[in-house]
T-cell receptor
Framework: DADVTQTPRNRITKTGKRIMLECSQT?????MYWYRQDPGLGLRLIYY???????NKGEISDGYSVSRQAQAKFSLSLESAIPNQTALYFC????????????FGPGTRLTVT | GEDVEQSLFLSVREGDSSVINCTYT??????LYWYKQEPGAGLQLLTY?????DMKQDQRLTVLLNKKDKHLSLRIADTQTGDSAIYFC?????????FGTGTLLAVQP
């Protein structure tokens, strides 16, 4: 089984709809992250959480919110989706006690029409 | 700013060496990383170098770090078709990674 899972893997939605992307991990890591990937722009950090009670904005948090429901779960919400939020979204986890390597989920491809 | 820059595309023939370059801006990073993204997948850590090192070799991979110029490179010897992927460099100045734009490596048979 994969260590970091994301659901859904693909989603098409309409402008104005509320969308939630979910991430679960079995690695026991405290740190979790949400990124979006756009061609030619690399990965940009949306939000990150260093433990269950810690939530921090990343580089591009506008239009997004997150919830850390448990150590293993970190969800990303788009309250009112817009077309320029069409992208590939990745969740990742890390543990600073073991080099802080980030482990990525398989990604969610979101299309907003 | 926190810009990490890479060229977008590199094409090589199978068996040749590939060199992927990266420039970063923050000299306070403890480590510098190379991640690999295969088609349809998330990123996986390929290798990393501690900031006080100049070079690290790991089988077919050689990482060179020039701190003065803030330049990082990844050399892949005897490049194989399975090396075709997007390669991202990343720095970690503030306990979170700043990724480059990614370099698509295409390996021609």
């Amino acid at each position: 089984d994969a260590d970091v899972t994301q659901t859904p893997r693909n989603r098409i939605t309409k402008t104005g709809k509320r969308i939630m992307l979910e991430c679960s991990q079995t690695k026991g890591h405290d740190r979790m992250y949400w990124y979006r990937q756009d061609p030619g722009l690399g990965l940009r950090l949306i939000y990150y959480s260093f433990d269950v009670k810690d939530i921090n904005k990343g580089e591009i948090s506008d239009g997004y919110s997150v919830s850390r429901q448990a150590q293993a779960k970190f969800s990303l919400s788009l309250e009112s989706a817009i077309p320029n939020q069409t992208a590939l979204y990745f969740c990742a986890t890390s543990d600073p006690r073991v080099g802080d390597e980030q482990y990525f989920g398989p990604g969610t491809r979101l299309t907003v029409t | 700013g926190e810009d990490v820059e890479q060229s977008l595309f590199l094409s090589v023939r199978e068996g040749d060496s590939s060199v992927i370059n990266c420039t970063y801006t923050d000299s306070s990073s403890t480590y510098l990383y190379w991640y690999k993204q295969e088609p349809g997948a998330g990123l996986q850590l390929l290798t990393y170098i501690f900031s006080n090192m100049d070079m690290k070799q790991d089988q077919r991979l050689t990482v060179l770090l020039n701190k003065k110029d803030k330049h990082l490179s990844l050399r892949i010897a005897d490049t194989q078709t399975g090396d075709s992927a997007i390669y991202f460099c990343a720095e970690d100045p503030t306990n979170k990674l700043i990724f480059g734009t990614g370099t698509l490596l295409a390996v021609q048979p």
